[in-house]
């Protein structure tokens, strides 16, 4: 049986020139980065090549590349960093955002005694940001605010120019965790009044193992661990050469091929909310996820009964989907995100599901999806 994979958000396929890219890595540039001798300046150069490269991208400085193992590190190292070294006292963040944010803002608040604000999304998902201001208002205290740029469960895209501006107006620093969004958008951080972001390579057909942070230049962010003087002294120890080679190749080929790729899931995103509408009657999709305006890779979908076992059906027919982030769909518990948007009766009564694209996914995959959820939702008793 035939595999249908459409759980990108979670990770999506390696392309295949990054492996290939990679395995020349391995094999010709073994190198430790660190080293004086030529073999050693070899590796450092590749790694200063793409630093360069994803500088050029973002329109930002490359010693503001400070590469990582993944999104959740850059995230733990910015918050953490915020908290520990430039005095930050107060967070501003929601309900919406990705587990290793969440989480960490809660342990500062247990350990450092950090003052959090969660700001309440509307039924949509949506931050108002009439709300960001109010805070920013109403306190003397040093402030981060951390809101991501596309939330991972639903698509949303917050207006990251526009709280920047707000959070400068307030004299605020602003982290935007964009793991969805860098190598799937055309990002200006030359244009943006942010001062820290974060990515993960895998996100966009890189390697797993593989990120970054963006960091400021003069943030006077220290290390979160010690032991060398490897990306400019904030990340001690060796770094994975090919991983960041990896990395660069795959933001090179999706920068390159931007417009054809995003041109292409959006038309499969669309075809999907038509055969989904016409396989499940009363179906609903979460937030602005069917909409023009939301992620194009993400559709959050919510099925008119309720399965908490529809994973795993799906999984044993072939088609790999999320019944929310990667993060959470083994908790056994709905996400804070369907918390916040859904009401009891949906809860209840009704099933989430992510259904998430690249441009590798086809008509016929979402064929076999509508098939497969059809036929469940017509085993439902009084469905058939």
């Known amino acids: 049986m035939s595999k249908v994979y459409l759980d990108n958000a979670a990770t999506t396929p390696l392309d295949e020139k990054v492996i290939d890219t990679m395995v020349e890595a391995m094999r010709l540039s073994y190198g430790n980065p660190s080293s004086t001798h030529s073999i050693g300046q070899e590796a450092k150069a590749l790694i200063e090549g793409v630093r360069r490269q994803v500088a050029d991208y973002l329109k930002v400085q490359p010693g503001e590349i400070i590469f990582t193992s993944c999104g959740t590190e850059s995230n733990n190292m910015i918050i953490r960093g915020c908290v520990e070294h430039l005095g930050v006292e107060r967070i501003i963040t929601s309900p919406m955002e990705h587990k290793c944010v969440a989480e960490t803002i809660r342990d500062m608040k247990a350990r450092r005694n950090v003052e959090v604000v969660y700001l309440k999304p509307d039924r949509m998902g949506d931050i108002p940001l009439v709300q960001l201001e109010e805070a920013l208002k109403n306190s003397e205290k040093k402030t981060l605010v951390s809101l991501m740029h596309a939330n991972n469960e639903i698509g949303n895209l917050l207006d990251i120019k526009k709280v920047g501006d707000i959070c400068a107006e307030h004299s605020a620093l602003f982290h935007s965790d964009t793991v969805q969004t860098i190598g799937h958008l055309d990002l200006d951080f030359s244009e943006i009044n942010i001062d820290f972001a974060s990515c993960s390579a895998h996100k966009f057909h890189g390697p797993k193992g593989a990120g970054f942070a963006f960091i400021r230049k003069n943030s006077r962010l220290k290390p979160m661990f010690y032991g060398g003087s490897q990306e400019r002294e904030l990340r001690a120890g060796t770094e994975n050469v090919c991983g960041i080679v990896g990395l660069g190749k795959a933001m090179e080929i999706s920068m390159e091929n931007l417009p054809e790729y995003q041109k292409k899931i959006s038309e499969i995103k669309e075809y999907a909310i038509s055969r989904l509408r016409e396989a499940i009657p009363g179906i609903k999709f979460n937030g602005h996820s069917a909409e023009s305006h939301s992620l194009y890779t993400v559709l959050s979908v919510l ?52 259904v998430s694209f690249s441009h590798q996914t086809t008509a016929e995959d979402i064929d076999r999806l509508a098939s497969a959820l059809k036929e469940l939702y017509d085993e439902k008793p009084g469905n058939s």
């Open 303 to 354: 099925l008119p009964f309720s399965n908490p076992l529809i994973g795993l059906q799906l999984d044993m027919k072939g088609i790999a989907v999320s019944q929310g982030s990667a993060c959470s769909s083994g908790a056994g518990k709905p996400s804070m995100v369907m918390l916040s948007i859904l009401d009891a009766y949906e809860m209840e009564h009704c099933t989430p599901l992510r």
